[in-house]
């Protein structure tokens, strides 16, 4: 694991392509005291995850990857610790925040979509996947999302409490032709909410390393996409999330033009330290709420972040009364 640390004189003296080069084999770069004055176009070419740290009371640099307050060692020790345990992950993570930034959402999916199914077949990803204990789906009677139409509101549930709707194939499946009802009639506004005390734990884990073919999985994820109808609902959708949202039940609310949040409502993106890194959708919903940078912290530390944060960041738009 390599650390190198640039100080905001070196930085401001200009950093020469050659010396980005030499980067290649440095985990994480760090940069003290760096502002958004400084010339860092340069880090968006960066083949290592750059962090910025930078003053609170100065713009932070735009083309950094992550920013911490200057000498908040603990926060740095957090993110370190993320890419030593996982550096391919973070990296890939760090790439695609990066490409995708100037994308449209579809675009940006399959950007990430991609960047999954590479990972799905990477040694860390393995590694986790054997470690993990044996789990076994269990049997549902009930379809995974039920729909309620009154008027002009369509209320779209997801209905699996004993198993933390946790986000299955099936139930992508379920959501999607449900959302397709609202996208074909524009009079309809969709509210989206969940049965028991949690919204989403995310993925399904006992479906997670189960692809036979990862190409076919890519064009199953960008084809039947939750993130893309959410997208396109525009002013018309609207997400209720309350409990633990976790990986995909964070990822796909943030697409909704609305999200209403209970009390109790915390996120966590936990996927790098699977060796993986979001693939609901979360590298295109949370860096248009919340920014790439704050998006690649969240991501990297795998870290819960509460509800009031959520709130301040914009994840959230308003708190249930």
Not at 128 to 151: H, Q
């Amino acid at each position: 694991m390599t650390v190198v640390r640039w100080s905001r004189a070196e930085v401001g003296e200009g950093i020469p392509a050659a010396a980005v080069d030499d980067l290649d084999d440095v985990d994480v770069l760090v940069l003290d005291g760096v502002t958004a004055a400084d010339p860092l176009a340069w880090c968006v070419d960066a083949p290592c995850v750059v962090v910025a740290g930078s003053p609170p009371d100065a713009p932070p640099p735009a083309t950094v990857d992550v920013v911490i307050d200057a000498g908040d060692s603990g926060r740095l020790d957090q993110i370190v610790r993320a890419v030593e345990a996982s550096p391919t992950g973070a990296r890939l993570l760090v790439d695609v925040l990066r490409t995708s930034r100037t994308l449209d959402v579809r675009r940006a999916l399959s950007v990430e979509s991609l960047a999954y199914s590479t990972l799905l077949a990477s040694p860390p990803f393995r590694s986790w996947l054997e470690a993990r204990a044996e789990r076994v789906s269990p049997s549902f009677d009930e379809p995974p999302v039920r729909m309620v139409r009154a008027a002009d509101v369509l209320r779209v549930t997801l209905a699996r409490p004993e198993n933390r709707n946790a986000f299955s194939a099936v139930m992508r499946d379920a959501l999607v032709e449900a959302l397709l009802v609202a996208d074909a009639d524009i009079s309809v506004h969709v509210v989206v909410d969940a049965e028991g005390p949690v919204f989403s734990s995310g993925g399904d884990l006992t479906e997670f390393g189960t692809a036979s073919d990862v190409a076919r999985a890519h064009q199953i994820r960008t084809h039947r996409s939750v993130g893309v109808l959410l997208d396109r609902l525009g002013p018309r959708a609207t997400i209720h999330v309350k409990g633990d949202c976790v990986g995909a039940g964070v990822e796909l609310p943030a697409f909704a033009h609305r999200v209403v949040a209970a009390p109790d409502t915390t996120f966590r993106l936990p996927e790098v330290a699977m060796g993986l890194i979001p693939g609901a959708g979360g590298t295109v919903s949370l860096p248009r709420r919340i920014g790439r940078q704050a998006t690649a912290e969240l991501a990297l530390t795998g870290r819960t972040m509460d509800v009031d944060e959520a709130l301040d960041l914009g994840l959230v738009d308003e708190l249930e009364t």
